[in-house]
């Protein structure tokens, strides 16, 4: 699944909004302190931030404080310190309330900390301050989409579109909802417009390619693979889902190259190790297979399809009870996120009530 794109302000554009005194302020008060938290080092963005929240105490510089904390916070934010960026912004918003900037950005705070109602009220609290702020509608749709509340995460990206409709990444996001929810004549409509937006963004046409995976159209899913893959080479994920297709046609040989540039290129992929091993199952490389299977669960213990097809090769090998082991793990563990969990759980099921007789399957290989 394409990830959705949240737009975090930078710092120079959140405080364009705090102040129009502020750049003078800074260059009277804040000196080089303030060109480097506004800068684009983060530790030195938060050392020189945090002199001057140290020097503004009080009621003096409220506009620079908020600055500075704006400032520190998306430093923290962008070093995966949440609970810091959080505080940081609850204090710049407690001294400058009017200013949507610091709402959204605490909302995007709170949603990569994981607290999703938390973060929709801070959207809708920059919204309410300014219902023209697009941003702020796309992000609060993100959260809805990660809720699985899909019509609420459409009509959000609507009103995000009606305020900018040149802006490719929202069409982007609303597609990929459209294709959660399987209505697929819309999600192709919203790529298509989100690439003639944007010609050389690979995103859309990943995204328009994984509308044809689930129609199970692989010819054209791997032509747009094509073009995915030669406006972004370095993404591991489009190497991957075109390995994926690949074996699913049994072409081995481009699969397992495909998958070796993945893994080449994100070496913890575990879905690609996953893939990867299906694959060399299916060419009948049992020994590589549970290599790569192993490594796969070793990485990701979520990856359900992952033990099913090492429990086939394992089968293949004649190690029944290491077999059996693998299938009843895959039965009582939570399916991860993959297109083809239902199938591989069918699969274990199905092998092991047969065991003690027949053997013999191919495996399905996880897809995301």
């Given at each position: 699944m394409c990830k959705l794109t949240s737009l975090f302000r930078i710092s120079a554009a959140a405080l364009e909004l705090l102040a129009s005194t502020l750049t003078a302020q800074a260059q009277a008060r804040g000196g080089s302190?303030?060109?480097?938290?506004?800068?684009?080092d983060v530790d030195a963005r938060i050392?020189?931030?945090?002199?001057?929240?140290?020097?503004?105490?009080?009621?003096?510089?409220?506009?620079?404080?908020?600055g500075a904390l704006n400032n520190r916070g998306i430093a923290y934010f962008s070093k995966g310190e949440f609970d810091r960026a959080i505080r940081d912004f609850d204090e710049a918003i407690a001294i400058r309330p009017d200013n949507p900037v610091l709402h959204h950005n605490r909302g995007l705070a709170l949603y990569n900390n994981g607290d999703n109602e938390a973060a929709i009220r801070s959207h809708e609290e920059a919204i309410s301050i300014d219902p023209k702020y697009a941003i702020a509608h796309n992000d609060r749709a993100n959260v809805y989409f990660r809720m699985k509340e899909y019509d609420k995460a459409i009509s959000a990206y609507d009103d995000a579109i009606r305020l900018q409709p040149r802006d490719g990444v929202l069409y982007a996001n609303r597609g990929n909802t459209y294709r959660m929810k399987g209505d697929y004549g819309r999600a192709l409509r919203d790529f298509d417009e989100a690439i003639r937006l944007n010609p050389r963004e690979a995103g859309p046409i990943y995204s328009r390619s994984q509308v044809y995976t689930d129609k199970g159209d692989a010819r054209r899913a791997i032509a747009e693979l094509d073009k995915a893959i030669r406006l972004g080479a370095t993404n591991a994920e489009y190497f991957n889902s075109r390995g994926f297709l690949y074996k699913q046609q049994g072409d081995h040989d481009r699969a397992i190259r495909d998958l070796d540039e993945a893994i080449r290129l994100e070496p913890t992929y575990a879905i690609a190790f996953a893939n990867r091993g299906d694959a060399w199952l299916q060419r009948g490389n049992i020994e590589r297979a549970i290599m790569d299977l192993s490594e796969a669960i070793r990485l990701d213990p979520t990856v359900t399809p992952a033990y099913v097809s090492r429990g086939l090769a394992f089968e293949a090998k004649g190690d029944v009870e290491q077999a059996k082991f693998d299938y009843s793990t895959a039965l009582i563990r939570t399916p991860g996120n993959f297109a083809t969990a239902k199938e591989a759980i069918a699969k274990a099921r199905e092998r092991l009530d047969v065991l003690e007789g027949t053997t013999g399957a191919t495996g399905g290989g996880p897809r995301r």
């Amino acid at each position: 699944m394409c990830k959705l794109t949240s737009l975090f302000r930078i710092s120079a554009a959140a405080l364009e909004l705090l102040a129009s005194t502020l750049t003078a302020q800074a260059q009277a008060r804040g000196g080089s302190d303030w060109r480097d938290c506004n800068g684009r080092d983060v530790d030195a963005r938060i050392s020189a931030c945090s002199r001057i929240i140290d020097r503004t105490g009080g009621r003096s510089n409220p506009t620079m404080r908020a600055g500075a904390l704006n400032n520190r916070g998306i430093a923290y934010f962008s070093k995966g310190e949440f609970d810091r960026a959080i505080r940081d912004f609850d204090e710049a918003i407690a001294i400058r309330p009017d200013n949507p900037v610091l709402h959204h950005n605490r909302g995007l705070a709170l949603y990569n900390n994981g607290d999703n109602e938390a973060a929709i009220r801070s959207h809708e609290e920059a919204i309410s301050i300014d219902p023209k702020y697009a941003i702020a509608h796309n992000d609060r749709a993100n959260v809805y989409f990660r809720m699985k509340e899909y019509d609420k995460a459409i009509s959000a990206y609507d009103d995000a579109i009606r305020l900018q409709p040149r802006d490719g990444v929202l069409y982007a996001n609303r597609g990929n909802t459209y294709r959660m929810k399987g209505d697929y004549g819309r999600a192709l409509r919203d790529f298509d417009e989100a690439i003639r937006l944007n010609p050389r963004e690979a995103g859309p046409i990943y995204s328009r390619s994984q509308v044809y995976t689930d129609k199970g159209d692989a010819r054209r899913a791997i032509a747009e693979l094509d073009k995915a893959i030669r406006l972004g080479a370095t993404n591991a994920e489009y190497f991957n889902s075109r390995g994926f297709l690949y074996k699913q046609q049994g072409d081995h040989d481009r699969a397992i190259r495909d998958l070796d540039e993945a893994i080449r290129l994100e070496p913890t992929y575990a879905i690609a190790f996953a893939n990867r091993g299906d694959a060399w199952l299916q060419r009948g490389n049992i020994e590589r297979a549970i290599m790569d299977l192993s490594e796969a669960i070793r990485l990701d213990p979520t990856v359900t399809p992952a033990y099913v097809s090492r429990g086939l090769a394992f089968e293949a090998k004649g190690d029944v009870e290491q077999a059996k082991f693998d299938y009843s793990t895959a039965l009582i563990r939570t399916p991860g996120n993959f297109a083809t969990a239902k199938e591989a759980i069918a699969k274990a099921r199905e092998r092991l009530d047969v065991l003690e007789g027949t053997t013999g399957a191919t495996g399905g290989g996880p897809r995301r």
